[in-house]
């Protein structure tokens, strides 16, 4: 017998972004369509055991959810006669723009330039990725609370500025093209390693959303070469994730990995896209070298046949585009096999990231390497401590078991 309770949390998670992105559109207010969506599925837990699921979740949830803010408004009568009038005549046949996708459509809305990128980021993977706050906050390594702030503080400026929730023409992508890549690929890295220790480390569900949105882009936008970078990154990425998990549940880091799991075809097509950004001699942006990066990676049959001086060579461009912590972390990864652990060590230990756990435990790696065990076990317990995921918390602790005491 079908669990109904099973049935609406995946018509839930298949769903929501797209009734959300329908009724952002029809209604013009995203605060409302949230709402109005959650109240839906309120409705079809009600009603669902007893009258079954209907033949078409997703427009049975938008038709409920219009009925309920139309009721809503003639309640308030707040809206004047006209915008009532015209959303109960809404025509669903109505031409959908540029974008046919409605989870897509939905991230180039809430990406609107009038907000700053960070929000337009925030408030996008919360309202379509479907990312928790605490999931984002981690993301961008804020506090909980600070972010949702800022994702409050996104919705006030676009009640109180009256941004139309629209779908943009295609002469408006390219303003939004910047926070929708940054949304995609947030997406894409939750699912890679997801932060919350109550879920499965590797979410293939959403690295798989995230490749067919940006194969979307990519299709609306092929000349541009951030999104071909991204697709190739995602791809390359992707084509590992098999060999990344062991039967038991452990992480498997990338040396060890068997590459004969590695998926050919996705690592055939991402080298394609790298080598066509290569051969355009267009100046590289971020996501093109981090393929590039990928790209030499997953070239290699063996570890030891790594080319890590052009791993190095490709970080140095990127810390000229983005000398962050985190990509000088990365760096300091690849130097330590082309150069020594105790030059890395140099290098990461004057990086501001205390409150990361991948910095604790890349120090952890490299203090082993150097046998100064006692101090190596210390930094692997403050990045245990830190991580979030259970599998990557497992991993930590056995590594550091596994050094004298």
């Not at 996708?101 to 009038?114: E, G, I, K, N």
């Not at 605490?134 to 993301?139: G, M, Y």
């Not at 909980?144 to 009640?159: F, H, L, P, Q, V």
Request: charged share 30%; glycine share 6%; with cysteine.
């Amino acid at each position: 017998m079908t669990d109904i309770g099973e049935v609406i949390t995946r018509v839930h998670r298949e769903e929501w972004a797209r009734v959300l992105a329908s009724l952002a559109r029809r209604l013009g207010d995203l605060d409302i369509a949230e709402e109005m969506a959650a109240e839906a599925f309120v409705t079809a837990v009600e009603r669902w055991p007893a009258d079954g699921v209907p033949p078409n979740p997703g427009a049975w949830l938008t038709t409920t959810a219009l009925r309920k803010a139309i009721d809503r408004l003639r309640r308030e009568a707040k809206r004047e006669e006209k915008h009532l009038e015209a959303l109960m005549l809404f025509d669903v046949s109505e031409p959908l723009g540029a974008i046919d996708d409605d989870q897509l459509r939905l991230v180039f809305t809430c990406c609107h330039p009038a907000l700053p990128m960070e929000a337009r980021v925030a408030l996008t993977l919360r309202m379509v990725g479907g990312l928790t706050v605490p999931e984002i906050a981690r993301a961008f390594l804020v506090q909980e609370t600070a972010m949702g702030r800022r994702i409050t503080r996104a919705k006030e400026k676009i009640r109180d500025a009256k941004i139309p929730y629209r779908v943009p023409s295609r002469e408006e992508l390219p303003a939004r093209i910047t926070g929708v890549l940054a949304v995609l690929y947030l997406i894409f890295n939750e699912g890679y390693l997801a932060s919350d220790p109550s879920k499965e480390a590797i979410r293939s569900d959403l690295t798989a959303e995230a490749i067919r949105l940006t194969r979307l882009v990519f299709a609306l936008m092929p000349a541009d070469g951030e999104v071909a970078g991204l697709l190739a990154l995602m791809l390359l990425t992707e084509a590992r994730r098999t060999a990344r998990m062991s039967a038991s549940g452990d992480l498997i880091t990338l040396d060890e990995q068997d590459r004969e799991a590695w998926d050919r075809s996705l690592i055939a097509e991402g080298q394609a896209l790298v080598r066509a950004r290569v051969a355009s001699g267009q100046r590289p942006g971020r996501y093109q070298i981090l393929a590039a990066i990928n790209a030499v990676h997953t070239s290699a049959r063996d570890v030891r046949d790594t080319d890590w001086p052009q791993v190095v060579a490709l970080y140095d461009q990127l810390v000229r585009l983005d000398a962050s912590p985190i990509v000088r972390l990365n760096r300091a990864i690849a130097v330590a096999e082309l150069d020594g652990p105790q030059i890395a060590l140099s290098e990461v230990d004057g990086l501001p990231l205390e409150g990361y756990h991948a910095f604790h435990a890349t120090r952890a790696d490299l203090l082993r390497r150097l046998g100064r065990s006692a101090e190596a076990r210390a930094a692997y317990g403050k990045a245990i401590e830190l991580a979030g995921n259970t599998a990557e918390t497992a991993y930590l602790a056995r590594r550091r078991d596994q050094l004298a005491a």
